[in-house]
DNA sequence: CTGAAAGCGCTTACAG
DNA sequence: CTGAAAGCGCTTACAG
């Protein structure tokens, strides 16, 4: 439909070949007159190559497919930042697919999608594969790598936040605030990612450093979303057996201040609240949220780069406290509950 | 690198053309029993089409490519559901191209790597374009269509909400409710895109009608940011000259809602407060904000649905009044004020 | 420095 | 119903 190459060959009196080396730039194989009739008349033309026939010609892409769920994630936003910066420094190009909110069509239709051409690789923000669809990418035969998820099987590569140390942070920063009665909610644990349970473990050691228990009713798993964080909070019930709670991700933080809301319950003056991820919307709520920090941007970035450079190891990035106030510092008084 | 028709051909004993014409499944172009051969052994192959191949030799693409600013708009996700279940009803596959925050090469950029390849068309999502990457997109010869902002210029086509009537109907709404000094915050009335222009125009005619000549400092505009929302706060200040304000989006609202309560200003008791858009933003802070809803998994769809049938017509997509408690009914009482 | 030719993986008239 | 052949837009040894 467009201008090709043919057509600037036809203009200038080159050939195809010719018109191509300049085109793409093969240093040595041209003169800097021809390169200047060819890029003019290209300009003059409107030429824009047809990567796709670049792609089948050459076998390789520079394309990046970035999988994500279309379910709010809020963070994904700055990982994907982080790629398109690493991308652009490598001169790649960096698309992006939904695979719907943990729907297996949808899943598969964005894997399909992605495999159905040629990729440089895939990249998977926190998207928990279906048995099956796993199978797909690994039988692909196209590098791939997690982001801000992590796994037991080898075979599955990942850039994350280290989560036994966040949940082991997070407790013991709250011990160090005075509280021994701590909770954790929204996390799951069920999930094929490990993510809950790595930060469910790192939660317990740090009880248990302290002589601490954990009890039962502690723990409120969930799925990360908002409304686990309501119910996490209705099952803690209005009587709480919890002086400090930790959440497993910050619309949990705030689907739990504001059913601690409509209870009358007053965060961090009745409760204190430490979610994990630190998005923006920690910032956005009354009282903003004290949260161990993750660095999206860099895990982004850092994904891409393994994805991009072949590595094979996985790779830890840094986490942060920021507190931010909805987190009381017990004193004595308080020991009395 | 993978493996192809030709594999399949040789496995099976068939020519090219018959396993391309089963793989592709040209009804009556086969017998069942050539085409159980063929897709058997395209399983035990592990074939996978090679797209950019066949869209090469049709050209023609089944790839919508949807362009959107990375900056938080956090009502992306809903549209970007309903162009993917368009595409899906229609068979076309959507990829998601982030075109930076506002930024000429992040634009460039975005909108090279959708050229550079077959494409059905193309989705701009509240994208300002500028001049000159405007000018790209017109002259690549490939359909496209703006979603959620609208422009003057009849060559640019667009699925929005009737803007004018945003701004009339939550103007009206705030008069029923006995307010009169009503403010317009956060809206960008120097854009390129004429979406804030059309929502204060509506505003002043919905004033106009009822006698009310509006002031200078109940309009303090915007860029649509949280930060939009904290500045105009601080700009209508303490003695605040307006007893209600609607706000241009989810974000300006909730940042005027922050810089009001750090004000001591407390919603809805001393300020009313009515946003545009409705997202999910609009119910997980305290107050929960009323709003006009944008009907976005629609602007969506029918962006998709346009773009794909190849309308030449704009469309607007249903607004509605969610009430969640962030405006005050004001009594003869309060007229004194 | 340049061109003719082969080929990437697919589709589709054309002929049988 | 099937196959041989041409061709989509590009790249790249090979030969000059």
Redesign the pocket.
Known sequence: ???????I?KET????????????N?V????????AIVNAAALKLG????M???E????KSSIIAVIINSTKTNFSDPIIEGIQQKANEADKRVIILYAGDHDFRSQQRALTTALERPLMGILLLSVDLFADNLQLLKTANVPFRFISISFQDPDLKYVASDDWQIGYLATKYLLKKGHRKIGLAGVDIESSAHTGKLRLAGYQRALIENNITPQKDWIQTGNYSYKAGLNAMKNYGQQKNVSAIITGSDLVGIGLLNQAAKMNISIPNDLSLITIDGTYLCRIVQPQLTSITQNFYSMGYLGAEYLISNQRQNAFTDIQISERGSVRKLTAADSEN
Do not use: H, P
């Open positions: 439909m467009g201008v090709t190459i043919k057509d060959a009196g080159f050939s195809v070949a010719t018109v191509s080396r300049v085109l793409s093969k040595g194989f041209f003169s800097q007159e021809t390169a030429y824009k190559k047809n796709a026939a670049t089948l010609v050459t076998q």
